[in-house]
Each structure stands twice: as structure tokens, then as C-alpha cells.
């Protein structure tokens, strides 16, 4: 029994050190990534929930400024469109609704200094499936906020990883 013990102590030192040795970490909660600018421009409404979404995730990155004027800005995106759409997937034998798709759609893009294009326009689709029932109409609604806030969350983050990835001249 001892060599046993002694062999799965062994393993799993070794594997530990592999995994630390090969540049394995995992991902902070925040899911922070860190920016290759020093300052950025949000060309979004200030309203806008994914704006304010967006600012606050890269305010608490803490590595990136965002300023208000584009002259001040070593980048600045831009968000070309959003749109949130709802699609019929199902119907029961009555002709009402029993599922359906909501998608949340954004196409955005990067310049840099003098106009470059540092990320050209890119569209990001996120969907989620829903069942409906209609006793249940309010219920579904706050469903369908909570569904659209959580996609709104996955754009933020898939946004910053795709902002990280740039390699600015």
C-alpha cells in the first residue's frame, strides 16, 4: 500500500508542475483582459446599457483610460449597429407560439490613430432558446430581460477578448 501512496503523491506534484510550467493560470473572475491601448474612445450612446456595461468592465480592468474626445484617444470603437430580434421556432397544434429564439446582434469595429483600421467591422450573434407558455405571459417576459442581460454580458466580455487580441503598429 505505501508505494501506492507515494505514486499518487508523485503524480500529482508532477502534475501540478506541468501545469504551471506550460503558462497554465485560470481566467480572474471578471474575466479581465488586458487592453493593448492606453486610452480609448467609446463611440456609444451614453445611455446605452451596453455602453455603460462596456465602461464599467474596462474602468475595472484598470489598465485602459476612456476618454471623451476622439483627438485624446490612441483607439476608438465604434458600435455600427445593435439589434435584438425575437423568432417564432414552434407552433402546437393550436397555432400558438411554443418556442422561440431571441438574438442579440452587434457589429462593431476598431480605429486607430488617422483612420487605420485596427479591427475591421465584426459582427458578434448571440442566441438563446425559449420555451412560451401563454398562462405564464409575465413570467416570460422578465425571462426574455434576463436572457437579453445575460447575452449582453457575453458580448461585453467577447468584445474586451477581441479588443485584447489586437496588435496595434
Given amino acids: 500500500m505505501p508505494i501506492t501512496r507515494r505514486a499518487f503523491v508523485f503524480l500529482a506534484i508532477v502534475g501540478t508542475l506541468g501545469l ?62 445593435e439589434t435584438r430580434e425575437k423568432v417564432v421556432q414552434s407552433l402546437n397544434s393550436q397555432g400558438r407560439i411554443r418556442q422561440y429564439t431571441l438574438f442579440y446582434r452587434v457589429t462593431f469595429r476598431v480605429k486607430g490613430n488617422g483612420d487605420t483600421d485596427l479591427l475591421p467591422p465584426t459582427p458578434i450573434v448571440l442566441k438563446r432558446d425559449i420555451s412560451f407558455n401563454e398562462s405564464q405571459v409575465l413570467a416570460k417576459e422578465a425571462e426574455d430581460a434576463l436572457l437579453y442581460r445575460d447575452m449582453q454580458t457575453d458580448l461585453v466580455q467577447q468584445i474586451l477578448r477581441r479588443l485584447a487580441a489586437i496588435k496595434p503598429a
Avoid at 34 to 63: D, H, M, Q, V
Fill in 20 to 81: 504551471s510550467g506550460c503558462g497554465f493560470h485560470l481566467r480572474g473572475s471578471n474575466g479581465e483582459a488586458n487592453l493593448p491601448f492606453k486610452t480609448l474612445y467609446l463611440g456609444i450612446s451614453e445611455s446605452s446599457p451596453l455602453g455603460s456595461e462596456l465602461k464599467r468592465n474596462i474602468r475595472a480592468n484598470g489598465g485602459t483610460q476612456i476618454v471623451t474626445d476622439v483627438k485624446d484617444a490612441d483607439a476608438r470603437l465604434e458600435i455600427m449597429s
